[in-house]
């Protein structure tokens, strides 16, 4: 049975409005939920920020650039790690008797390398101890991060964790920019790239869960992920280009999950119909050679990224048209 869920992120600004999220992922993608993400209420509770308050192992504080790793973790990162707390507290609490599978999210190792600065300055992504110490924290941070998740969601049999790597891309092609802004940090070699996706993967794994890799950016290296040993792979159809398509469909093939955004993000002036969008899968599908019925089950539908930039309306829209899709699919 091909499934839908969410990106992650949703619009939002007060811990009202996250409670209202949290209700509105359970309510409309009874098959998959996830923790849901409003990274509107400040950069504590945006990617990076909540990436770092799952990190084991390191402090870091908010700086006028961005956030840097520190010696002692500064007000920032403790807000970020109580916001997390929080928001976890309000996921227990109405998730309550819940029995399935759940979804959580993190930002991966190479979109923290191109986002955090080191001590002195400039991205974690400059220095080869500092990306690998930050991916290897990061690994055991995740798995923490799950045993909480699972002592609050008891009726869970099933978590996924979805790594979120938008810059992965920038990273793979020297498009990071330096510190000045006049120049491009060089570009990260496959093995290298490989081997910190795999420590992420490989923990998550270790855990009793599985891990998707999503990334919504163009040139996004999909060769490379699927040969880390992810167990899902989630982008936005329109982002893929003919290899990609490929790579997916040998993903579907071995038996692991593709999730494709095809329900729109952001408001739009006409919407797509349902029939619409379950006939371009079906096409993209046929045009790949892949037996809908027998792919069906290892699809995953979902927005073409994250819906923090959409309406409350749109959001809610998008949600149950992706939900939509999956049960006409």
Request: proline content about 6%; hydrophobic content about 45%.
């Amino acid at each position: 049975m091909t499934t839908a869920t969410g990106v992650g992120s949703l619009p939002g600004t007060t811990d009202a409005a996250y409670a209202e999220a949290v209700r509105l992922v359970l309510d409309g993608l009874p098959d998959l939920p996830h923790v849901p993400e409003l990274p509107g209420r400040g950069v504590t509770a945006a990617m990076t920020g909540r990436a770092l308050a799952v990190t084991a192992g390191l402090a870091a504080d908010l700086q006028p650039a961005g956030w840097r790793l520190t010696d002692a973790s500064g007000v920032d990162h403790r807000r970020a790690r109580s916001l997390l707390a929080q928001d976890l507290d309000a996921v227990e609490e109405l998730a309550q008797g819940y029995e399935g599978t759940f979804k959580t999210q993190v930002a991966g190792p190479w979109t923290l390398a191109a986002t955090v600065e080191k001590p002195r300055g400039d991205k974690v992504l400059s220095d080869h101890g500092a990306r690998r110490d930050l991916a290897q924290a990061l690994a055991e941070g995740v798995t923490v991060h799950l045993a909480d998740l699972r002592r609050r969601i008891v009726g869970v049999d099933r978590w996924i964790v979805q790594v979120d790597e938008p810059a992965l891309a920038a990273v793979a092609h020297a498009q990071v920019p330096t510190a000045s802004g006049f120049g491009r940090h060089r570009r990260v070699d496959p093995p290298e790239l490989s081997a910190h996706l795999e420590w992420v993967v490989e923990a998550v794994a270790a855990a009793g869960a599985e891990a998707w890799v999503h990334s919504c950016a163009p040139q996004t290296p999909w060769s490379l992920v699927a040969g880390t040993g992810v167990s899902g792979l989630s982008a936005d159809l329109d982002m893929l280009g003919p290899a990609d398509l490929d790579t997916f469909a040998e993903a579907l093939d071995a038996g692991r999950t593709a999730a494709l955004g095809v329900v729109p993000s952001t408001d739009v002036a006409a919407a797509p119909s349902d029939a619409r969008i379950v006939e371009r899968v079906q096409r993209w599908l046929d045009m790949l050679g892949l037996d809908p019925e027998t792919a069906g089950e290892r699809l995953v539908v979902t927005p073409t990224c994250g819906l923090a930039g959409a309406t409350p309306a749109w959001a809610a829209r998008a949600v149950r048209l992706s939900a939509t899709v999956a049960r006409n699919l």
